[in-house]
């Protein structure tokens, strides 16, 4: 057992590299070591490491206010903030709420959604429906409605389940299909799941339009939205967008749901929102969920201590300036083409990389037993535990999952370098990653007559 440390690390008897510094992608330890933050740490430092004016910034704003409470006052920073997340969706939606990370946002908009019906009178819909497969949070109502049973497994007592509906997972469809050959039954199951829990009493439907960690990169094609929101409005259900990951720039749009043919009417965002230097997460909402709450009472209740913070909201402002003056989502999006390119290419000497996917720098690989039966590892094997020891190995941090195979097997990785990386630096990402798949291959018995 490591004694040394008083931080409660995930894994006890690892031990963890001490990092005093970083600059871009790159993470340095304090015995000198250089490492490459391959998926930005959670998908979260989205402008690069040691950015001198955001610490400018973060000192300016902290010397001029500890705090404002949202109940008692505004800042102007705040409103700005809010106006920047506005902005960015070309005004589909009106008004923001900051809270301080992805769990409590996805709450938020949960109880935003409850808000609505209850304030336009009809208080019997309550009920939030989601996917299997899907990742909204590790509180307890966020981890309630996450359909990712390794994130879940422990904690089942204390969660709800108001229904839940198959991922659109292409890859390995749930109903046996090909991808565009089908009509989309994953999106008419949502129908199904509605009658079934009853239209009176179902309030929102929530999905991550790129997936996160459950499925790293997965996302539907053509269609899927366009039926969902179709369904949703028929039984008067709101739609609920969780780009806690893929929000803010990450996909090579402001926010995922932009590169598809539907509109949310509540996002919840966090992650890149601050390019990874505060905690802090939002939700923002469209006119109509507001003008609902506003009509009949004109007040949201809800929140946490330091929802709202003035320091965060410097740093979303300071990000959002960034994002626009250095061009950086549109480049997100040619940068993405390239590295899922790349990847593809050295996929096909791999025998274990069974899918590349994903969209702008959100990368997710997808490791297989067999390519062509798409057989998963036996999970005893520890696959992915393999791979990010491995890549440890090749210096770069990179983060893996479990659990796409019906919660139960299948390896997977992200790859989500920061905004800023640059096309050599991309190359150097998937050199090592090439290095350490054949590696992991050898470890399994593959390439035997080498
Ligand atoms: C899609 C999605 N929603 C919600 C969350 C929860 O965010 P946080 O860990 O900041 O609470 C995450 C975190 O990974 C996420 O990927």
């Given at each position: 057992m490591n004694k040394k440390t008083y931080i409660l690390n995930p894994y006890?008897?690892?031990?963890?590299?001490?990092?005093?510094?970083?600059?871009?992608?790159?993470m340095y330890a304090e015995d000198g070591t250089e490492y490459i933050d391959a998926t930005s740490g959670a998908v979260l430092v989205?402008?690069?490491?040691?950015?001198?004016?955001m610490g400018e910034v973060l000192?300016?704003?902290?010397?001029?206010?500890?705090?404002?409470?949202?109940?008692?006052?505004?800042?102007?920073?705040?409103?700005?903030?809010?106006?920047?997340v506005c902005e960015a969706s070309d005004y589909n939606f009106t008004k923001v709420f900051f809270v301080s990370g992805g769990s409590e946002a996805t709450e938020i908009a949960v109880k935003l959604a409850r808000k609505y019906f209850l304030n336009i009178g009809r208080k019997s819909k309550y009920k939030i429906?989601?996917?299997?497969?899907?990742?909204?949070?590790?509180?307890?109502?966020?981890?309630?409605?996450?359909?990712?049973?390794?994130?879940?497994?422990?904690?089942?007592?204390?969660?709800?389940?108001?229904?839940h509906i198959p991922p659109a997972y292409c890859y390995r469809c749930w109903y046996g299909k090909e991808c565009n050959s089908c009509?989309?039954?994953?999106?008419?199951?949502?129908?199904?799941?509605?009658?079934?829990?009853?239209e009176d009493t179902v309030a929102a439907f929530i999905l991550e339009p790129v997936s996160g960690m459950s499925l790293c990169g997965a996302n539907p094609p053509a269609g899927y939205f366009k039926k969902i929101r179709e369904i949703c409005d028929r039984y008067h259900i709101l739609l609920i967008a969780d780009e806690v990951m893929a929000g803010m720039g990450r996909t090579g749009k402001y926010f995922a749901y932009q590169n598809f043919d539907f509109k949310p009417d509540i996002i919840a965002l966090?992650?890149?929102?601050?390019?990874?230097?505060?905690?802090?997460?939002?939700?923002?909402?469209?006119q109509k969920i507001f003008d609902g709450i506003y009509e009949n009472s004109a007040e949201f209740s809800a929140g946490y201590s330091w929802a709202g913070n003035p320091l965060g909201a410097a740093v979303v402002c300071k990000t959002f300036s960034c994002l626009q003056q250095q061009s950086l989502v549109p480049n997100v999006a040619l940068k993405g083409?390239?590295?899922?390119?790349?990847?593809?290419?050295?996929?096909?000497?791999?025998?274990?990389?069974?899918?590349?996917?994903?969209?702008?720098?959100?990368?997710?690989?997808?490791?297989?037993?067999?390519?062509?039966?798409?057989?998963?590892?036996?999970?005893?094997?520890?696959?992915?535990?393999?791979?990010?020891?491995?890549?440890?190995?090749?210096?770069?941090?990179?983060?893996?999952s479990f659990g796409c195979n019906h919660g139960k097997s299948g390896d997977m990785a992200m790859i989500a370098p920061a905004f800023t990386v640059n096309y050599e630096e991309l190359d150097e990402i998937v050199l090592r990653f090439d290095r350490m798949v054949t590696k992991v291959e050898k470890d399994l018995g593959y390439h035997r007559s080498e």
């Open positions: 006890f008897k690892k031990e963890y590299p001490v990092i005093s510094h970083g600059k871009g992608i790159y989205s402008l690069g490491h040691g950015m001198e004016s000192k300016e704003q902290a010397s001029k206010i500890a705090f404002a409470y949202r109940w008692d006052c505004v800042t102007q920073v705040l409103e700005d903030a809010c106006r920047n429906i989601s996917r299997n497969q899907s990742y909204h949070g590790s509180t307890m109502g966020a981890l309630s409605i996450t359909g990712f049973p390794v994130r879940q497994a422990g904690y089942e007592n204390y969660l709800f389940d108001q229904g009509r989309f039954e994953c999106a008419e199951a949502l129908e199904k799941e509605i009658l079934q829990q009853g966090g992650k890149a929102l601050a390019g990874g230097y505060f905690p802090i997460g939002a939700v923002a909402c469209s083409i390239y590295l899922k390119q790349a990847l593809s290419d050295i996929a096909k000497s791999h025998p274990i990389m069974g899918d590349v996917r994903g969209l702008g720098l959100m990368v997710g690989i997808e490791f297989v037993k067999d390519k062509e039966t798409k057989e998963t590892f036996d999970p005893a094997l520890k696959v992915n535990k393999k791979i990010s020891e491995e890549a440890l190995k090749e210096k770069m941090f990179l983060e893996t």
